[in-house]
């Protein structure tokens, strides 16, 4: 191949210029490129360190608030809980239950939902501890020493929320109904409901369907012999009264209490089978437990003393679980317009904390020759009961 002399000479004049252009911008390029370089770890370096930093500082914050979110869910979040009112039946075994169907709270809105989260923000201010302390001493969960198991509308949720105040309590919010309808989840699922306890705490929690319920003594025996089991109990003609209240401020389109009541109220025949009518009836529910449990590991819980006298009674408790006195009348605060007293500090002027809206309902007015029969029909009932609990709770 020829070249052409112009051609030949435009490229022997233009190849050196080109090739020095090149070399220099590559120079500049790879010091552009280094310095660029140095700028980006410097910097880089920098923000990693203090994110590094504050993640760290945020996980120890983070899971110190998944600690006290998860006590808090193993109170709340159980999928069938029963929110008893203040003072205020259970529910039946083998009974005609029909108007007490809706003990779930997903069928009941989130008016109690609020209440209980309510309650254990009141609990925590109360217990007062850091969660950095309890870790660092040692929390564990522990299956409860002592249960409320019972009754309905009797006020196991004040004394409930009375102990709680106890330092030495550590206590479920919600019902977990273990024994009566998830004993086949397991004791490890039951334990991972309880909150963290200190040692020397007691674990507890309350289901008041426990006292009725036909298989709930040996189970709970069977978890452990020594368990201390607290009954609260109320004249039964109220309580029965105090349960339609409730069903009634849910259902408002069902019969009449003195329809429910009776099988045949021409002849006066009461219907057992009503839970209501069946709750009360004490003494045949209490043949249950004794059989295996001694007397002396149960203690029943005046009801009507919980309101007249809650200081008085938290002291026949407080001694039963084996604590000190740490619940006094300075704790209470009667609330005139409820009608049951309120809980609040010993020290300073905050207000006092009273159970939801939803306690210490109005009862409907009763024909008081349903009130009278249904007082003779309880009668020999609570004969039986005083006698075998020895103390006379002036129902008659």
């Given at each position: 191949m020829e070249y052409s002399p112009i051609y030949q000479n435009l490229h022997v004049v233009s190849t050196s210029p080109v090739k020095n252009k090149l070399f220099v911008f590559c120079i500049m390029l790879s010091l552009w490129v280094y310095m660029i370089y140095c700028c980006v770890g410097y910097c880089s370096t920098m923000p990693r360190m203090m994110v590094s930093s504050a993640n760290s500082k945020h996980s120890q914050h983070v899971d110190v608030d998944n600690r006290t979110e998860h006590r808090l869910q193993n109170e709340v979040n159980i999928e069938s809980e029963t929110q008893e009112d203040l003072f205020d039946p259970l529910f039946g075994i083998s009974s005609r239950d029909l108007l007490n169907n809706d003990n779930d709270l997903e069928n009941r809105g989130g008016e109690d939902w609020d209440e209980i989260k309510s309650e254990q923000r009141t609990l925590d201010d109360n217990v007062g501890s850091s969660p950095f302390n309890e870790s660092a001493q040692g929390e564990s969960k522990k299956l409860p020493q002592a249960i409320i198991i019972g009754v309905k509308k009797g006020g196991t949720r004040a004394l409930l929320e009375f102990l709680r105040v106890h330092p030495d309590i550590r206590a479920v919010g919600a019902e977990p109904h273990f024994f009566d309808r998830n004993y086949d989840k397991g004791l490890e699922w039951y334990r991972d409901l309880m909150p963290e306890t200190l040692e020397g705490q007691i674990t507890m929690e309350k289901t008041p369907s426990y006292y009725i319920t036909k298989d709930v003594p040996a189970r709970i025996h069977t978890m452990s012999s020594d368990t201390r089991l607290?009954?609260?109990?109320?004249?039964?003609?109220?309580?029965?009264?105090?349960?339609?209240?409730?069903?009634?401020?849910?259902?408002?389109?069902?019969?009449?209490?003195?329809?429910?009541?009776?099988?045949?109220?021409?002849?006066?025949?009461?219907?057992?089978?009503?839970?209501?009518?069946?709750?009360?009836?004490?003494?045949?529910?209490?043949?249950?437990?004794?059989?295996?449990?001694?007397?002396?590991?149960?203690?029943?819980?005046?009801?009507?003393?919980?309101?007249?006298?809650?200081?008085?009674?938290?002291?026949?408790?407080?001694?039963?679980?084996?604590?000190?006195?740490?619940?006094?009348?300075?704790?209470?605060?009667?609330?005139?317009?409820?009608?049951?007293?309120?809980?609040?500090?010993?020290?300073?002027?905050?207000?006092?904390?009273?159970?939801?809206?939803?306690?210490?309902?109005?009862?409907?007015?009763?024909?008081?020759?349903?009130?009278?029969?249904?007082?003779?029909?309880?009668?020999p009932f609570n004969r039986k009961f005083y006698q075998m609990t020895g103390h006379d709770f002036g129902w008659d």
């Amino acid at each position: 191949m020829e070249y052409s002399p112009i051609y030949q000479n435009l490229h022997v004049v233009s190849t050196s210029p080109v090739k020095n252009k090149l070399f220099v911008f590559c120079i500049m390029l790879s010091l552009w490129v280094y310095m660029i370089y140095c700028c980006v770890g410097y910097c880089s370096t920098m923000p990693r360190m203090m994110v590094s930093s504050a993640n760290s500082k945020h996980s120890q914050h983070v899971d110190v608030d998944n600690r006290t979110e998860h006590r808090l869910q193993n109170e709340v979040n159980i999928e069938s809980e029963t929110q008893e009112d203040l003072f205020d039946p259970l529910f039946g075994i083998s009974s005609r239950d029909l108007l007490n169907n809706d003990n779930d709270l997903e069928n009941r809105g989130g008016e109690d939902w609020d209440e209980i989260k309510s309650e254990q923000r009141t609990l925590d201010d109360n217990v007062g501890s850091s969660p950095f302390n309890e870790s660092a001493q040692g929390e564990s969960k522990k299956l409860p020493q002592a249960i409320i198991i019972g009754v309905k509308k009797g006020g196991t949720r004040a004394l409930l929320e009375f102990l709680r105040v106890h330092p030495d309590i550590r206590a479920v919010g919600a019902e977990p109904h273990f024994f009566d309808r998830n004993y086949d989840k397991g004791l490890e699922w039951y334990r991972d409901l309880m909150p963290e306890t200190l040692e020397g705490q007691i674990t507890m929690e309350k289901t008041p369907s426990y006292y009725i319920t036909k298989d709930v003594p040996a189970r709970i025996h069977t978890m452990s012999s020594d368990t201390r089991l607290l009954v609260v109990v109320r004249d039964p003609v109220t309580r029965a009264i105090s349960d339609y209240t409730q069903t009634r401020s849910k259902k408002t389109d069902i019969p009449s209490f003195e329809s429910l009541a009776f099988k045949n109220r021409t002849m006066g025949l009461i219907d057992t089978t009503w839970s209501a009518v069946q709750i009360g009836m004490y003494a045949k529910h209490l043949e249950r437990w004794l059989q295996y449990f001694p007397k002396d590991q149960l203690l029943f819980v005046s009801g009507e003393r919980l309101i007249s006298d809650p200081a008085g009674e938290m002291a026949r408790v407080q001694d039963f679980l084996g604590l000190r006195r740490a619940v006094t009348h300075k704790h209470f605060h009667f609330n005139l317009a409820k009608g049951f007293p309120c809980l609040k500090r010993p020290e300073g002027n905050s207000k006092p904390h009273c159970l939801g809206k939803t306690k210490g309902r109005t009862h409907p007015n009763i024909d008081p020759e349903v009130v009278q029969r249904l007082r003779e029909f309880y009668q020999p009932f609570n004969r039986k009961f005083y006698q075998m609990t020895g103390h006379d709770f002036g129902w008659d």
